[in-house]
Every structure is written in C-alpha cells, then in structure tokens.
C-alpha cells in the first residue's frame, strides 16, 4: 500500500511516499527558513505563497524519488489542522485535487497525532497502549494512546510550547531563526548548574505544561548577567562572554527538560493508577530533535520499563512521511475522508481525557 503525503501546515512545504504505513520510499522536505529569517519568525503571508510556488514540484520530486509514477499511488493523505490556514489550504487543495483527478481515496490528516507517528516510521511496530509525547513549535501535549481508538489528550501547554520558548530564548541570546537548534549548539558549551532557571509545574496533579514563564526568565537572567536594568535583551547578551551566553542556553534547555520529564512521569504513573498503565512511549516534534531531550526520554522510558520510539532526527521536524504513516491504518482499513474537508487552524485535542488533570 503506496500513500503520498502532503503537509504545509508551518513553514516546510513537503511530500513523501511511504510504503504500508512504515517504509519511506522518499521524503522531499522544502524548508522556508532562508524567507523568515529576517523576520526572526515565521509570515503567514510569506508562507503561503512560498507554499503555492513549491508544491507541485515538490510533489513530483517525492514520487520520481520513489520511483513511482503517480497512478501507483493507493491514496493521498495531507495534514489538515492545526496550522497557519493559509498555509495548510495550499497542501489540502492540492492533495483533493490530486486524489480527485486519480480517482484516489483522500485522506485528512491531524499534523499533531501524525508526529506521534513518526516514531513508526523505518521501526518495528512496538505493544500498545502506549503514552505519546508531543515537543513542537506549536505544541507541547501529553496523549494516551489506547489499543483501540482515538488519542485521548492528557495535559497541554497553557501558553507557549517549548520549541517556541526555545526561538524565543534564542532570539534573546542572539542567535537567529530558528532558534531551537541553534539554542541546542550553544548549550553544549554551557554549564547546565550554573544558572538556575524556574520549573514550571503548575502544583503537583496538573499534567499541563507552561512556558511563557521561562522566557521572562531569561530575559532578565541575560539583564542580570549584562548588568543591564532594563532594555534590549539580545543588545545586552552581545555584550556578554561567550560562556556566560552558554551558561544561559544550558540553564534554559535544562529546565525545560526537566520540566518535562516530570510531567511525563506523573502522566506515566497517573495511567497505571487508572490501571491503563502503557507499554510504550512514542515521542516526535521538532524539539524532539534535541540531544538532551532524547537522552531524557530514553532514560525515562528505561526506568518505566517502557519501550521507546524515538523518530529518525530527520522525521522530528515537520515532514510529509508522518502524514502518510498516520493515514495509513484508515487507508488499510478501507476507510477515507469526502474531499469537501475542510482545513482547520485549531487542534481538535482541545479538552482532556478522564486521567488528564
Ligand atoms: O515540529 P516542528 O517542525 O513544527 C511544528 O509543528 O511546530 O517543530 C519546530 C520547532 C521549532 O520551534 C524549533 O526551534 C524546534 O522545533 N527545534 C528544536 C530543535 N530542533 C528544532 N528545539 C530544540 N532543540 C533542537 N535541536
Ligand atoms: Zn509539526
């Protein structure tokens, strides 16, 4: 079973074939990077149209890569929601009209579950039920993942989600968009102690996440350190040593981690209460891309006794092999989505499950 995937939900404009919901036949990942940099974030306008421009041959690529002609094709999967809407109307409209010229089951796709599967792709399928772990740019959330059925959300951020926190804390320190790897790079310089940045955990039940905190926290921990009472923080952290700047990225990546783990634990031990306890955990998002978050997870999963899939680093970041993995149990089970779907910017995991908090 070929599925093509589409995704454009962000700032990658991407198409991939992927084989019975686990091999990738190719991946074609275009990143807008180089046309947001300037703007130290990402232009709804600017995406959009770079999608527009990109997306046939970026379709055509994928499947010459995989050495397929496009009747081949078992069905076209895209993300749908959540996203930028300019962004994800380009990759839906193109994938209808792909599907409907071919004749070809459509597919709608959640771009948050089809990270989690990531962690299926070029890996054997690991025991269910597992817990999923979601680490993006727009996204930090807790699922349950149950042998049958829907995911069932168990905490989310309240505010920012880690990776945005990262281009936030990296912007401040002067390192460019997007700052998350580049944030990365510069901790592995630093001294994680040597700055103590907050936990944010919102008491001792919550499963959600929040963020935003931290980024006020590094502001002024950048202004301390410059010894500068107020003004421009990325003005201020030039000024600073290199290895101070280290220390500050350390700190901060630190207290992220941390704070994640945390959760993760309590929602671990939350579903064994419930007598759900789960025998895997899948994990995907771009910060998941993070060395440190990675040695986090297989740690944790150690002591849970839980097995881990991790994505390949290249399936982390938003790619269109993701989407074809998560359509392809529907794909296969004969199931398939009408082409009058719409494109939705929101998540629909807006309300938790019973053992959510
Ligand atoms: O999953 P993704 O590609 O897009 C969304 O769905 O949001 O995640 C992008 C996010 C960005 O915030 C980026 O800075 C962050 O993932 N990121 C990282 C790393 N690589 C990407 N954050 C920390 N460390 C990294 N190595
Ligand atoms: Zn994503």
């Not at 709608?108 to 025991?127: I, K």
């Not at 280290?246 to 929602?267: H, N, P, S, Y």
């Amino acid at each position: 079973m070929l599925i093509l995937g589409i995704e454009t939900s962000c700032d990658e404009t991407a198409a991939a074939v992927v084989e019975d919901g686990r091999r990738v036949r190719s991946s074609v990942v275009a990143s807008q990077h180089a046309l947001h940099a300037r703007y130290r974030g990402v232009v709804p306008e600017i995406a959009s149209r770079a999608h527009l421009e990109r997306i046939l041959p970026v379709v055509r690529e994928a499947i010459a890569a995989a050495g397929l002609s496009l009747d081949a094709i078992d069905g076209v999967a895209v993300g749908v929601r959540p996203g930028l809407i300019g962004s994800l109307l380009v990759g839906t409209s193109a994938a209808k009209g792909l599907a409907w010229g071919l004749g070809k089951p459509f597919l709608a796709v959640d771009h948050v579950e089809a990270h989690l599967h990531a962690g299926s792709l070029e890996q054997p399928a690991p025991p269910m039920p597992a817990i999923g772990l979601v680490v993006s740019g727009g996204h930090t959330s807790l699922f349950e993942w149950p042998c049958e059925g829907a995911l069932q959300l168990l905490g989310r951020t309240i505010d920012d989600a880690a990776g945005e926190a990262f281009d936030k804390a990296a912007a401040m320190l002067g390192l460019g968009h997007p700052g998350g790897p580049r944030l990365e790079t510069l901790a592995r310089e630093g001294d994680p102690e040597a700055v103590e940045f907050p936990r944010p955990l919102l008491g001792p039940e919550s499963l959600d996440f929040s963020f935003s905190g931290l980024k006020t926290a590094m502001r002024l921990a950048i202004l301390a350190a410059a010894d500068t009472p107020s003004g421009d923080p990325a003005a201020s952290a030039s000024r600073l040593p290199p290895k101070r700047r280290a220390d500050l990225a350390a700190g901060f990546e630190r207290a992220i981690v941390g704070t994640i783990a945390t959760k993760l634990r309590r929602a671990v031990d939350r579903l064994d209460a419930a007598g759900r306890r789960p025998c895997s955990l899948f994990a995907g998002g771009g910060v998941v891309a993070n060395e440190s978050l990675r040695a986090m997870l297989r740690e944790t999963a150690a002591a849970e006794s839980l097995e881990l899939r991790l994505p390949l680093p290249q399936h982390c970041l938003d790619n269109a092999a993701m989407i074809a993995a998560a359509a392809s149990g529907r794909l296969a089970a004969g199931e398939s989505d009408p082409l009058w779907t719409p494109a939705e910017p929101l998540s629909r995991h807006g309300r938790r499950g019973a053992a959510g908090s």
